[in-house]
């Protein structure tokens, strides 16, 4: 798989850790600071799934700028495809 790198510097494959060994790393963090191990996991697990929340959004914001682009450009060609219209003289 290859390396991804976000903001935060960790994704799903990132540096060849499996997903199994990032959430074993971060319950042990949680453990460090405090929490017993059924917390600890809960906590890690809600740490991931807040990850690939947020990795979600900005791939679909992503997404949504993509879309935009592609109406404005065929907007644009229809603009420029178009007949022109003669112009009116009369009153109305």
Known sequence: MPEIRTPRGWAPGAAGTSSGERLEALAQHFAARGADAVSAGQQALGAVAGIVRREAFVMAYGDCFFIVGV????MVLLVWLGRRTAPTTGRL
């Open 71 to 74: 109406v404005l450009t065929a």
